[in-house]
Structure formats: structure tokens, C-alpha cells
T-cell receptor
Framework: EPEVTQTPSHQVTQMGQEVILRCVPISNHLYFYWYRQILGQKVEFLVSFYNNEISEKSEIFDDQFSVERPDGSNFTLKIRSTKLEDSAMYFC????????????FGSGTRLTVV | AQSVSQHNHHVILSEAASLELGCNYSYGGTVNLFWYVQYPGQHLQLLLKYFSGDPLVKGIKGFEAEFIKSKFSFNLRKPSVQWSDTAEYFCAVTRVPGTYKYIFGTGTRLKVLA
């Protein structure tokens, strides 16, 4: 079964550093998403991406965050200057369309900001 | 704002017991509904989904869920749980029409005792 692949599985970074979380969505999917889950809290929507642009973003997704699909296969989330409160599990997901589809999620990247 | 509630945060059952996990949402319009499962150390996997039609939906691994529109509920059930069902279960909702971003519940951690 096709999978969404996320790397790294765990990243530790110092506060103020930039991090890039990488995702390889399923190859024929067109919609891409990032979600995050702070320990003990809900899974929260960050951003959706289609046709090489952001289609929706949450209030969490401020100027520190950016997404990119640089080469047609990878889908990255960049946090420019990490804060302690960015520590969370970040999930990438993709779907073939916007209609009656469920997402396929990746296994997540645990980001720890120290 | 739209929200999803899962009232059972932790459930402990013995093998062969019946399971029902509650999910309620707060949106008066049309919704798509999902249950995801996350086994320890793994990614979120789609258990089942409801878009329209028969409100009793059957999913993988013997799970089913019933959409009761008048109660804004989409409870997950399984007649006889197994030790391997130990996992965290997430209910999610998307608005229709809409951007199809998921609103997740807080999750229910299920532990099945052998």
C-alpha cells in the first residue's frame, strides 16, 4: 500500500534555529497538508497546499512557517526560528482530491526544541 | 468555532469486551466524518469514513461507526476487542462544502488487557 514518508523521525534543535521537515506524499496525490500535535493536545491543522500554493492556513501558521514543494516529489515544512512551543509531532498528509477522500498520513516527525 | 469532542480519554477493557467510543461535533451543516487509529509508534491510519448514505459504516479490523445526525454523533464500536486494538483513536470532521481540513478530537487511548 502506498505510504507517505516523513524524515527525520525525530529532530532536536536549539531555540532560534531553522528546521526543515520533509515529506514525500503519495505520487498521484494532489493535495498536501501539515498537521501538528503538541504532547497531550489535539492534532491541529497547520496548512493545506495545492497546485503549488497554499490553499488554507491556520492562525498557528504564522510568518515563521513556510511550505514548499521544491521538486515535484518532496513537500517540506520550514520553521525559520524555532521556539520552545514549536516542540510537537508534525504530521504530513496527502489526498488524491478534495472531495470524498480520506487523507493518508505519514508517521510523523517529533520535533524537540531545547 | 467548530469542535469535536471525544469524552472518553482513557479506556481500559479486557479482551472480548465490547467497545464504544463517543464522538460529538458542533457544526449544524453537512459534514464528512472519520475515525483514525494510531498504534504505538505508528502513523495515523484511516479506520472508516462517512460521507453520505447508510449511517452505519463498516471499516477495517471489525470496527463500525454510526452517524446520528440529530445527536451530532459518530460513535465507534467493535463487538469484541483484541489485545492488538490497543491504540489511540481519533475522530475527525470536515465541513462540506469547505476546504476539507480536518478538525480532530482529542483522542481516546484504548488499552486492551490480555
Amino acid at each position: 500500500e502506498p505510504e507517505v514518508t516523513q524524515t527525520p523521525s525525530h529532530q532536536v534543535t536549539q531555540m532560534g534555529q531553522e528546521v526543515i521537515l520533509r515529506c514525500v506524499p503519495i505520487s498521484n496525490h494532489l493535495y498536501f497538508y501539515w498537521y501538528r500535535q503538541i504532547l497531550g493536545q489535539k492534532v491541529e491543522f497547520l496548512v493545506s497546499f495545492y497546485n503549488n500554493e497554499i490553499s488554507e492556513k491556520s492562525e498557528i501558521f504564522d510568518d515563521q512557517f513556510s511550505v514548499e514543494r521544491p521538486d515535484g516529489s518532496n513537500f517540506t515544512l520550514k520553521i525559520r526560528s524555532t521556539k520552545l512551543e514549536d516542540s510537537a509531532m508534525y504530521f504530513c498528509a496527502s489526498s488524491p482530491g478534495r472531495g470524498n477522500y480520506g487523507y493518508t498520513f505519514g508517521s510523523g516527525t517529533r520535533l524537540t526544541v531545547v | 468555532a467548530q469542535s469535536v469532542s471525544q469524552h472518553n480519554h482513557h479506556v481500559i477493557l479486557s479482551e472480548a469486551a465490547s467497545l464504544e467510543l463517543g464522538c460529538n461535533y458542533s457544526y449544524g451543516g453537512t459534514v464528512n466524518l472519520f475515525w483514525y487509529v494510531q498504534y504505538p509508534g505508528q502513523h495515523l491510519q484511516l479506520l472508516l469514513k462517512y460521507f453520505s448514505g447508510d449511517p452505519l459504516v463498516k471499516g477495517i479490523k471489525g470496527f463500525e461507526a454510526e452517524f446520528i445526525k440529530s445527536k451530532f454523533s459518530f460513535n465507534l464500536r467493535k463487538p469484541s476487542v483484541q489485545w492488538s486494538d490497543t491504540a489511540e483513536y481519533f475522530c475527525a470532521v470536515t465541513r462540506v462544502p469547505g476546504t476539507y481540513k480536518y478538525i480532530f478530537g482529542t483522542g481516546t487511548r484504548l488499552k486492551v488487557l490480555a
